[in-house]
């Protein structure tokens, strides 16, 4: 079990620390540089340092934890920011890579480090290695410190301090866990492993914190249905029956980088609009088929009708479903209790209405793009479906 330590008194040492400083990070006494000074830049605790000099990191930790394999500390933020400064930083801690400038998790991060610092260590620890630790009462010291994992935290902890100042960290509290040696290496292979096989979020696993879809899979459950079915169809066929009175969202959803931009914000008005407290297990099933069936419609268009501008029917599919479907009535979508027989027109109905759908909007593509409508124009793009959609007429007055 961990062993919560008490920071009064004492003095623990794992594999001696030698010399140590007073706080941050210093060289240890009797070092001097080429100069015949001690080397020090006159900013203790605040510029990397060389490894041959045998550096010790003091912390003065809010919370320390003993475990079996190391330690658990929680420290504040601007007694780490002095670590990974200077460019030599990532060669004299060991870390596996460089300072990534352009990365868009950086980028974020440094925002935040901006206008909310506190918040900086809520998520995730850092991984340190050292060749001993001692306890001093209050403080921790750490000997040759050595960066396992969250190097490019450490920098960006650097980075702030340097632009606003340690007061600017006051505050901020990071969680690191250290490992001396040997365990320190072992720490390092198995993080070096991880890294290898990293399973990084993707905007559909967003949906998993949607409340509508939980209850949605609840009530198929529940009424025994057994779905075979991705959510991208599902979201696609919503699209082309929503209420929305252009096709933006089914245009949105067409590409896999669009649902991407639609999953990675349960909260948006787009978003909403689809996934919503009234969609039902029958709406869904309702929006599937009549997807599917207009695209069999679609499908079944001869392959003489698919050339110049009648290749609109390949690139932009969902636009002629979608101006299909506005003759349904959209508004019962998910009303379970609703007399409209909607086996009934989208069995019988649709098929047609699709066709029809289909050479209309050739036609008015033709007229609309006359000298691209039979080249490789943009078929796909947003700007294109509204110009189409915006001359064809409203949806039928609901059933």
């Known amino acids: 079990m961990d062993k919560l330590l008490p920071l009064l008194g004492g003095d623990e040492s794992v594999g001696g620390a030698g010399a140590v400083g007073a706080g941050g990070l210093r060289r240890h006494a009797g070092h001097t540089g080429p100069d015949g000074s001690d ?3 006159g900013s203790d605790g605040y510029g990397g340092y060389d490894p041959s000099a045998g550096p010790v990191l003091a912390l003065r930790p809010g919370r320390l934890t003993r475990f079996d394999r190391g330690w658990s500390l929680q420290v504040p933020a601007g007694e780490l920011a002095g670590l990974a400064a200077g460019p030599e930083a990532a060669r004299s801690l060991r870390a ?24 900086f260590g809520r998520v995730g620890q850092l991984a340190l290695g050292a060749e001993s630790i001692r306890i001093r009462g209050g403080l921790v010291e750490l000997v040759r410190p050595e960066s396992i994992d969250g190097f490019q935290r450490l920098a960006l902890l650097a980075q702030a301090a340097a632009r606003s100042g340690l007061p600017h960290l006051a505050g901020s509290t990071v969680r690191l866990e250290v490992f001396t040696s040997p365990e320190r290496e072992h720490v390092r292979r198995l993080h070096d492993i991880a890294d290898l096989y990293l399973n990084p979020a993707t905007a559909q696993d967003c949906l998993r914190r949607c409340p509508e879809l939980r209850r949605l899979a609840e009530e198929f459950e529940r009424e025994g249905w057994l779905p075979r079915f991705s959510m991208a169809d599902v979201t696609r066929a919503l699209a082309c029956l929503s209420t929305a009175p252009t096709p933006y969202l089914p245009q949105l959803v067409s590409t896999d980088s669009g649902l991407d931009a639609l999953w990675a914000d349960i909260t948006s008005p787009h978003y909403a609009a689809l996934i919503h407290p009234r969609v039902h297990p029958l709406g869904v099933l309702r929006a599937l088929e009549a997807r599917r069936t207009a695209r069999q419609a679609l499908a079944e268009i001869p392959k003489a009708a698919r050339t110049g501008p009648g290749r609109l029917l390949d690139d932009a599919p969902d636009l002629i479903c979608w101006a299909a479907c506005r003759h349904l009535p959209l508004h ?3 009303d379970e209790r609703t007399t409209t027989k909607w086996d009934r027109l989208i069995d019988q109905e649709l098929p047609a209405w699709t066709v029809s759908a289909a050479y209309d909007y050739i036609g008015r593509y033709r007229r609309a793009e006359p000298e691209h409508s039979a080249g490789a124009a943009d078929r796909t793009g947003f700007g294109l479906w509204l110009q189409l959609a915006g001359m064809s007429p409203g949806p039928a007055p609901a059933r």
């Open 39 to 41: 080397g020090s830049d």
């Open 96 to 119: 596996r890579r460089g300072f990534l400038h352009g990365s868009g998790h950086n980028r974020a991060l440094a925002e935040l480090l901006r206008l909310r610092p506190e918040e």
């Open 332 to 334: 019962q979508l998910h």
